[in-house]
């Protein structure tokens, strides 16, 4: 990753900056906690580029750990496809990933530590009781029947629901804490249930797991974790984490710091909506060009690079917000403004036939890659007797406002000649499929000889020598700026959200030993080649300029 990418400051890194000072922590280790019941999305970005940011910047360490308890919701093909994300956006964790389950003996160990200081029950309360028993806001919970059950007859029942005599949900292991605490979570807190199921670490090892609010701050302490950066829905959970921590014999007491979660416009970012996105098949699975995910932004031609800059820009406070889309849009066109290079494309093709070249005749003429860099070289354009243009870019009669090809008058091919509109053919329904025009052979790379002033430029692709594809463009996948507001949040998904239009490209856009896998194709927008098609398929990134604004007002 480049050096040079700013970081700017904020509140945990003040934290971290006055810590060091006082010398409260000489190294600084983080982790980035995903469960892996789901594929990342753009908020994942966020926490994984503040995490793995501060331990870079600070030459510390930041552990990847799938906080993995929950079996029943976790998949293997997770876990790959986490470390795939996290490398792609251009970190590295310490060492081997780390998971929870490699910590189910220890945690285990210190439940019945728990259990032998009195301060956890072995609960045969329904989840139903347990819940109703846990009061509400304005009122206290009530004890369990079973919360001064003794310690050895704890120590015994946990025993069984360990080697499995009991089915799922016959009991659970509670904390004993406070059911009139303020804090919802300090109500007698389940730490371990019963839950006969398969685990893609530990196989059929255990039938009791332990909960996440347990595991969590355990494994931060026995990795030992000095800043644990988590989202602000989990403030309240810190006092049970300093409970746990304070009631074990473990010597590390990690920190836990809260900060405002990614909200984005237009789109949803919870794992379980997206997972009903694409379980319901609204999407094309997870990595589809319209999902928030890493993997989906990837397909659609996102650089690591501007999602790490996207994270830079919002920054991290402890402020709730919903970030414009045209923020993120503007990372990406920024980037590839850069470093894509350009390349022509026809979306909605029409024939021009230019009846005063030659037949035989095919020319290579050569096109710099980027307007404004060199160094990224140049391409080859075959030209001859017949091109595609846009429908768009032909009109048979216009006002001087519209600067492209009018009948009778000329127009510039760009990187090419100069060229003049003569007649049209139509089909049955009156749509433009031909224009015939003839062309002034001194007219590249310069004006006309006679001063002419020929102001239009537009974009074609050679017929004989350009290659067919399919062009697909992308819209919001909401019609919303909340959908997760919505009662129901599908019913808000944008139908028009893919559009579909098969025309012709540049033969340069398919040579690999160009190297490149991202293109401008002028004057339509930013694409990148979809490498899930063996045919030419290309995604459309993002537009030229930010039209949505625009289209907002009515515009
Ligand atoms: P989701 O709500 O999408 O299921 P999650 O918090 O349950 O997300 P985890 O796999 O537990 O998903 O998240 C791993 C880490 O990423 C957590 O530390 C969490 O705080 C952080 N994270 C998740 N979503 C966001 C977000 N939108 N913005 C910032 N950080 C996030
Ligand atoms: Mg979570």
Not at 155 to 170: C, N, P, Q, S
Not at 393 to 401: I, L, M, T
């Amino acid at each position: 990753m480049a050096e040079t990418e700013h970081r700017p400051t904020n509140f945990v890194r003040q934290i971290i900056d006055k810590d060091i000072a006082n010398k409260v922590h000489s190294t600084i280790k983080t982790r980035f906690p995903p469960e892996p019941n789901g594929f990342l999305h753009i908020g994942h970005a966020k926490s994984i580029c503040l995490n793995f940011g501060i331990a870079q910047d600070y030459q510390g360490s930041c552990n990847l750990r799938f906080d993995d308890t929950n079996p029943t919701k976790e998949d293997i093909s997770y876990v790959n496809a986490i470390k795939e994300d996290v490398q792609w956006l251009g970190f590295e964790w310490a060492g081997e990933p780390c998971y929870s389950s490699g910590y189910f003996d220890q945690l285990h160990g210190y439940a019945i530590e728990l259990i032998e200081k009195g301060l956890a029950f072995v609960d045969f309360c329904s989840q139903e009781e347990i819940r109703e028993m846990r009061g509400t806001l304005t009122q206290a919970g009530t004890h369990s029947p079973y919360r001064d059950t003794d310690v050895a007859t704890n120590l015994a029942e946990f025993e069984k629901m360990t080697a499995g005599e009991y089915e799922d949900g016959k009991c659970c292991l509670r904390a004993k804490i406070d059911m009139a605490s303020s804090f919802m979570v300090m109500r007698d807190p389940v730490i371990y249930r019963i839950k006969h199921a398969h685990h893609h670490q530990t196989g059929d090892k255990w039938c009791v797991y332990p909960m996440y609010d347990f595991t969590h701050c355990i494994s931060d302490a026995i990795e030992g974790i000095t800043h644990s950066l988590c989202s602000l829905e989990f403030q309240d959970n810190r006092r049970l984490y300093d409970w746990v921590i304070e009631n074990i014999s473990i010597d590390t007491v990690p920190r836990q710091y809260e900060f405002s979660r990614l909200n984005l416009e237009y789109t949803v970012l919870s794992k379980r909506k997206l997972i009903q996105l694409v379980e319901e098949k609204f999407v094309d699975g997870w990595d589809d060009p319209r999902m928030p995910t890493v993997a989906g932004l990837r397909r659609r031609g996102y650089t690591a690079g501007a999602i790490r800059e996207f994270c830079a820009r919002i920054g991290v406070t402890k402020m709730e917000n919903q970030v414009e889309m045209s923020m993120l849009e503007s990372c990406i066109r920024d980037d590839l403004n850069e470093n894509g290079p350009r390349a022509m494309a026809v979306l909605d093709p029409i024939k021009v036939i230019i009846e005063n070249y030659p037949e035989d005749q095919h020319e290579e003429l050569v096109a710099p890659n980027h307007p404004s860099n060199e160094a990224m070289g140049t391409r080859l354009l075959p030209f001859s007797r017949e091109v595609w243009i846009e429908a768009e870019d032909f009109r048979e009669s216009a006002n001087k406002k519209f600067k492209r090809l009018v009948l009778d008058k000329e127009v510039r091919l760009r990187n090419a000649y100069v060229i003049k509109a003569n007649r049209v053919e139509k089909d049955e329904d009156g749509n433009v499929t031909t224009v015939y025009c003839t062309y002034d052979d001194e007219t590249l790379g310069k004006d006309p000889a006679d001063g002419r002033k020929v102001k239009g430029v537009i974009h074609w692709v050679d017929a004989s020598k350009g290659c067919a594809a399919e062009f697909r463009l992308y819209d919001r996948l909401f019609t919303v700026p909340s959908p997760a507001k919505e009662d129901d949040f599908t019913g808000a998904i944008n139908p028009d959200s893919l559009e579909v239009k098969k025309g012709y490209i540049e033969p340069s856009a398919l040579q690999s030993e160009q190297g490149f896998s991202a293109w401008q194709f002028e004057r339509i927008g930013y694409f990148c080649r979809d490498t899930h098609f063996d045919t030419p398929v290309f995604n459309r990134t993002v537009g030229l300029r930010d039209t949505w604004a625009k289209i907002q007002q009515g515009g």
